[in-house]
T-cell receptor
């Protein structure tokens, strides 16, 4: 079956521009997670959704970052006024119910480069 | 908060050598523990997991045993192959963030013929 998909796969933008990253989770998965992977910081958690709700936004690096999920499915991560330190690979993952032992399935990531 | 610490690489081994990648955890309670792997050019995927103390997770010849006495979850394989070259991440779920995963820094493994 279809896995987690993300688009675009690569995004190059200029400093100060806004970007939107999209995640399509596995159908029927209620939990969705966004992570960021960079050389200096490793894998960092950003935000999670249970259904359309995001109970914990504390992982977002700044108020320039926001995310939403609609219809219990597609999620969009938006970065406003991008900075060079935002350059990273943004990963999305989903799991069936968001339980403590549930496997998270990861998408291929969006590589963001801010010039 | 809950966290994992894993040995940093890179690790270079010859084919058929024995592999150990150390991982220790700090947690309140007894979380599930995971090993994820990232092959070159591919996304993260689950390698194995254990959900309680003394459980052994295994997959593709890899094994890891959840040891609460030593708070460890070391990854082992008896005979590595070139195709095992990848980055390996130890992880545990954060109950304060919907069980989002806290990852170790990753260990890069290169297996040479």
């Amino acid at each position: 079956g279809a896995g987690v998909s993300q688009s675009p796969s690569n995004k190059v933008t200029e400093k100060g521009k806004d970007v939107e990253l999209r995640c399509d989770p596995i159908s029927g998965h209620t939990a969705l997670y966004w992570y960021r992977q960079s050389l200096g910081q490793g894998l960092e958690f950003l935000i999670y959704f249970q259904g359309n709700s995001a109970p914990d936004k504390s992982g977002l690096p700044s108020d320039r970052f926001s995310a939403e999920r609609t219809g219990g499915s597609v999620s969009t991560l938006t970065i406003q006024r991008t900075q060079q330190e935002d350059s990273a690979v943004y990963l999305c993952a989903s799991s069936l119910a968001g339980g403590r032992s549930d496997e998270q399935f990861f998408g291929p990531g969006t590589r963001l480069t801010v010039l | 908060g809950d966290s994992v610490t894993q040995m940093e690489g890179p690790v270079t081994l010859s084919e058929e050598a024995f592999l150990t990648i150390n991982c220790t955890y700090t947690a309140t309670g007894y979380p599930s523990l995971f090993w994820y792997v990232q092959y070159p050019g591919e996304g993260l995927q689950l390698l194995l997991k254990a959900t309680k103390a003394d459980d052994k997770g295994s997959n593709k010849g890899f094994e890891a045993t959840y040891r609460k006495e030593t708070t460890s979850f070391h990854l082992e394989k008896g005979s590595v192959q070139v195709s095992d070259s990848a980055v390996y991440f130890c992880a545990l779920p954060n109950s304060n963030s919907g069980y989002a995963l806290n990852f170790g820094k990753g260990t890069s493994l290169l297996v040479t013929p």
